[in-house]
């Protein structure tokens, strides 16, 4: 090859890879005010002890909610709950995928995991469910979204709309109900059965609160935007 054409061909390629445009990486996801918001006020430890030393008829139940997959960039934040009994036994475990609607609208898809029970207790790691991810580990349960608005300043009102979620139904019940009040310091979770004439079968009434959780030390609730444990999106689970 003649020398010249060769130089010539080598500025041309250093051009070229200096012109290139770098490949931007990925950024965080930008939600909005009410979705930071919801993510602060919903994640903690919480509990109805004080209820139930008041009133012996009601069982200890504790909420425990925490953020995972933070490094998951996408349009997306995930929260695992798990309800326990006075002891530590889990009594039900799901994943929530939180994205911001329109009007100030926030819907969370519920997930659970084949064999849920094998992981409960997660949420006391310094990164919960590190190893695992949603697209391969999680099974959407269909028919159960919820969705949240902000009533005033002082609450998050949501609850499922859909009258085809079966997860959770007892016996001949058709389909099941999902409700939640967020509160900065409280959490009111109601979860209700009904027949195919859409009767309630179980349940608090509508004029019942339903599970009355306070945070267990308002002291440490999570400020909005603050940061917590990443997990890796990428690893595979552990064997």
């Given at each position: 090859?003649?020398?010249?054409?060769?130089?010539?061909?080598?500025?041309?390629?250093?051009?070229?890879?200096?012109?290139?445009?770098?490949?931007?990486?990925?950024?965080?996801?930008?939600?909005s005010?009410?979705m930071?918001?919801?993510?602060?006020?919903?994640?903690?430890?919480?509990?109805?002890?004080?209820?139930?030393?008041?009133?012996?008829?009601?069982?200890?139940?504790?909420?425990?909610?925490?953020?995972?997959?933070?490094?998951?960039?996408?349009?997306?934040?995930?929260?695992y709950?798990?309800?326990?009994?006075?002891?530590?036994?889990?009594?039900?475990?799901?994943?929530?995928?939180?994205?911001?609607?329109?009007?100030?609208?926030?819907?969370?898809?519920?997930?659970?995991m084949?064999?849920?029970?094998?992981?409960?207790?997660?949420?006391?790691?310094?990164?919960?469910?590190?190893?695992?991810?949603?697209?391969?580990?999680?099974?959407?349960?269909?028919?159960?979204n919820?969705?949240?608005?902000?009533?005033?300043?002082?609450?998050?009102?949501?609850?499922?709309?859909?009258?085809?979620?079966?997860?959770?139904?007892?016996?001949?019940?058709?389909?099941v109900?999902?409700?939640?009040?967020?509160?900065?310091?409280?959490?009111?979770?109601?979860?209700?059965?009904?027949?195919?004439?859409?009767?309630?079968?179980?349940?608090?009434?509508?004029?019942?609160?339903?599970?009355?959780l306070?945070?267990s030390?308002?002291?440490?609730?999570p400020?909005?935007?603050?940061?917590?444990?990443?997990?890796?999106?990428?690893a595979?689970?552990?064997?």
């Amino acid at each position: 090859m003649n020398p010249s054409r060769f130089l010539f061909l080598l500025i041309l390629i250093a051009a070229l890879l200096c012109s290139a445009t770098p490949v931007p990486a990925a950024e965080p996801p930008r939600f909005s005010k009410e979705m930071k918001q919801l993510l602060s006020w919903m994640s903690g430890d919480f509990d109805n002890r004080n209820i139930a030393k008041r009133d012996t008829s009601v069982a200890v139940r504790e909420a425990h909610i925490v953020r995972v997959w933070e490094n998951l960039y996408s349009d997306a934040a995930w929260l695992y709950e798990e309800i326990t009994d006075g002891k530590g036994n889990p009594i039900s475990q799901r994943f929530f995928r939180l994205t911001d609607g329109i009007n100030g609208t926030i819907e969370a898809v519920l997930y659970t995991m084949y064999d849920i029970s094998a992981v409960a207790g997660e949420y006391k790691k310094k990164v919960p469910f590190e190893g695992y991810e949603p697209r391969t580990d999680l099974d959407e349960l269909p028919d159960c979204n919820l969705f949240f608005q902000l009533k005033g300043e002082s609450r998050f009102q949501g609850g499922s709309v859909e009258k085809n979620c079966i997860h959770g139904v007892k016996e001949d019940d058709e389909y099941v109900m999902y409700s939640y009040t967020v509160y900065e310091n409280k959490v009111v979770i109601a979860e209700r059965g009904y027949s195919d004439r859409h009767e309630p079968r179980w349940g608090p009434t509508d004029t019942e609160k339903g599970l009355e959780l306070r945070r267990s030390d308002p002291e440490v609730a999570p400020k909005p935007g603050s940061a917590a444990a990443k997990s890796g999106s990428s690893a595979k689970r552990k064997k």
